[in-house]
């Protein structure tokens, strides 16, 4: 096995996607366990279709993929949190909505485009050969922020996520938190969606929040917890698909539910 | 000075008039309760007090030393609290956030202040449990910690013994007055219960498509609105 291992680090390709990959899974799964927790789940799946379909259009104008991807989909999660406020539009009629809308731009373009491929089968499904060297650079800064900013906003999130009303009344301003939590979502969805695939990147967020509520009983212990399956889940994942040339994604999201349904079987005979 | 002034205050949701002419004034250690039937604008008080929502004329000044987002505020349960997994200590310190200022992370003495309102309230055993695990009764209490963390002068209170049973209400109303009087905190509660928000306040602000009465207990008992709708409510028992 450990020889396996290794043979798989010799693949620079391979060693790309795992460092970025790593660290894309230890963001979705801390912020994840608020957007669980705050029934935003879906935020995830719409914001991943949003950035397929600005991924489509960055492909068919020849610009750079991420540097286009990330502030369409940041712009959507913005949109998205201020229907869900308004009470015109439900919130996961809104969800839905962007979700159906933003693929069918996606499609639209890739076929008026290039026609459709399997380049459409590596943005739905995922594929780790997908990244560039400075999409990899781009990555690894945008993630290491995105830990640094929600470390230093931990306490905050933490209010926000338990308590809106009270936070705002004692002086957190929900709405500035609750932005922060969209914008840090939406940038690790464009940053993890080439690996997962735009169908299979929300499974990343919701997964390993889930599976650590199954077991701990503090909000911290959740959240370490979320980061440590999330983690091991993504490296079996990958280290599964390359032994037996499985898709990346879908093994990974295979190994997330394992887990799941592990802990989920651990804490029914808990409570007997 | 008083804690909190209200002069002439109205508040309307798009266009419609809730509620108009406010007019009263809350002093340091009362203990007021807000009655009234449902519909009648208590929450939409509350929210204005807590500067979550703005009259649309008229203002409240807030006097006395109390700061604004530093009133302590108890407010309903979310159906998203009530299996939330954190532990009661995580819970009653994000009470402290808002004397955090812009570091990162808690500091020893908000840390002793929050176990010291968990002693006063009599659940310093409850420190590491998990809050969902909690009963109804408890986890009031461990929200009402919260609150007192979040503000020294002034507790607002709504609804604090919804969805409680007999003996848990009493037991949250005995905490609720210890609070008001040993401690001297000014506490405004919101309440449909009019029999015993007469037990335990000082002070009474009856609303009803305006205000209908607002003044001392003693007042409000002798009075015509205080004597039809406590008749009313002691002949239903």
Redesign the interface.
Known sequence: MIHNFLQMLSYPFLINALIVGILVSLCASLLGVSLVLKRYSMIGNSLSHVGFAALAVAYAMNAAPLTLAIPVCVIAAFLLLRMKESSKLKGDAATALLCSGALAVGVMTISITSGMNTDVCNYMFGSILAMSESDVRLSIILSIGVLVLYVIFYNKIFAVTFDETFAKATGTSSNLYNMLIALLTAVTVVLGMRIMGTLLISSLIIFPSLSAMRICKRFFTVVICSAIFSIICFVAGIYFSFLYSTPTGASIVIADIILFFILAGFEKIKER | MSLINCKNVSFSYEGRTVISNLNFEVEKGQFVCIIGENGAGKSTLIKGI???KNPSSGSIFLGDGLK????G?L?QQ?I??RD????VF??VL??R??N?GFL???KKSDKDYAKKQLEFLEIGDLKN??YR?LSGGQQQRVLLA??LC??RKLLVLDEPVTGLDPVMSAEMYRLIEKLNKKEDRTIIMVSHDIKEAVVYATHILHLGKGQLFYGLKDDYIKSEVGKFFLGGRMNDT
């Not at chain 2, 604004?68 to 009133?71: A, L, V, Y």
């Open positions: 807590l500067q979550l604004e987002k530093q009133i505020y407010s979310t998203v609290q939330f997994p954190a532990s995580e819970v994000s009470g956030l808002n955090q990162p992370f808690y449990r998990c695990e919260r609150a979040a503000g």
